[in-house]
């Protein structure tokens, strides 16, 4: 029987030629690296025993040691502002000067909100910030909104103090009327600027923007899931505001929608609707006009506006009573029913469309309060 002896080496080519050879010999093994190669060195033991125990904190150790951390790092700010204020006169700004905050009234039975012992003023007039004394809730908010705050530097940001703007765009628009009647009449005036302001949104007005009607394809995978399509949710919230609007406010009227079924350009609404619009803006009491300003500017539609003012306002109740009424809810709704919409079928972006849902509500709740009241007679 012939015997195989076993392979020793074997040739590796590589595309340049060279050759390498390598030996199953131990005395023939050749390494790839050039680093030489160092051997541990073992250490005696000199421990004697089993090893200890890890140590184990004790909670209330732990408990003092994080409250004295604060209190140090409560000392090194409180330390780093005393040395920030020496000399600086802007340092008065960031603390709070005012301790309580209260609602009085004054000989009128009007409301003031106080700091300590001084009024809010109004920082267009210089003068209090004087609030009539049929809005109770409203100065009882202001009060809030100042409590709130925690340095006299928030006090110069108007979106930290929402309803003290309002207030005093109301308050100082209020006293210009007063002054003079006609101003608005002759195009001047803080008046004329809103009423202005708010046509320009009736042609783009977001309650009168309505989609393309569905295509066949599209209407019949609404009709397979049981969804309406984004037009028919439209026309329904849009009329049941126009039927409010043209037999409450504005009767006669007719209000068209801004975008037909082929064009993208909106088209205006017709002369005579814009003048009754105009006509009714231009008569509405200071605190309405400055309430519908916010709710058009937030919802970017003139009637979701009007008709949440209607509702509202205690200058321009109506005797006839619905069954339910149209509240902050209904208001955001109607001005983001598109987005609404698309996000129920394409999911939500978080911190994006919720916080502007939270912000639309907040916007419509401040114009509540400000247009709401008991109905008592009084001064502002």
């Keep these: 029987m012939k015997r195989i002896s076993p392979l020793t080496s074997f040739s590796l080519s590589s595309s340049s030629h060279h050759t390498l050879l390598f030996s199953s010999s131990p005395l023939l093994r050749q390494s790839l690296h050039t680093t030489p190669s160092n ?75 106080n700091l300590d012992t001084r009024a809010v003023r109004n920082p267009t007039t210089k003068t209090p910030l004087v609030i009539p004394a049929s809005k109770p809730q409203l100065a009882t908010a202001l009060a809030l909104e100042w409590d709130l705050l925690t340095s006299a530097q928030q006090a110069t940001r108007s979106y930290l103090i929402p309803l ?34 708010l046509l320009r949104y009736l042609d783009t007005d977001t309650l009168l923007c309505w989609a393309p009607p569905p295509s066949p394809v599209d209407a019949a995978a609404a009709e ?82 009007a008709r949440l003012v209607g509702e509202w306002s205690e200058q321009l109740r109506t005797e006839v009573r619905r069954e339910a009424r149209f509240g902050i809810e209904d208001a955001v709704e109607a001005s983001s029913l598109e987005v609404r919409w698309q996000t129920g079928r394409w999911g939500e972006v978080e911190d994006s469309h919720d916080v502007d849902r939270e912000d639309l509500r907040r916007q419509f709740g401040s114009v509540v309060l400000l247009i709401s009241g008991t109905g008592r007679v009084g001064t502002a």
């Design 164 to 197: 003290t703007s309002l207030a005093s765009r109301a308050q100082a628009l209020a006293l210009e009327d007063a002054e003079d009647v006609h101003v608005s009449s002759r195009g001047e005036g803080v008046r004329y600027d809103i009423v202005n302001t």
């Design 39 to 113: 051997s541990a060195t073992p250490l005696p033991i000199t421990a004697t025993g089993p090893p200890p125990a890890a140590p184990i904190p004790a909670a209330s150790q732990y408990g003092e040691r994080v409250d004295r951390r604060r209190q140090q790092a409560a000392l090194l700010n409180k330390g780093q502002d005393m040395r920030a204020g020496v000399g600086k006169p802007g340092a008065a700004m960031k603390k709070r000067f005012w301790k309580d905050v209260s609602v009085s009234t004054d000989n009128e039975s009007n409301h003031l909100v």
């Design 224 to 305: 397979g899931g049981q969804q309406k399509s984004l037009r028919e949710l439209q026309v329904r919230t849009a009329k049941r505001i126009i039927a409010y609007l043209t037999t409450m406010l504005w009767p006669g009227i007719e209000l068209r929608p801004t975008l037909d079924d082929v064009s993208i350009l909106p088209k205006s609404q017709p002369a005579a609707t814009r003048a009754v619009i105009k006509g009714w803006m231009s008569g509405l009491p200071a605190w309405e006009l400055v309430g519908l300003e916010r709710a058009v500017l937030a919802g970017k539609s003139v009637c979701v506006a």
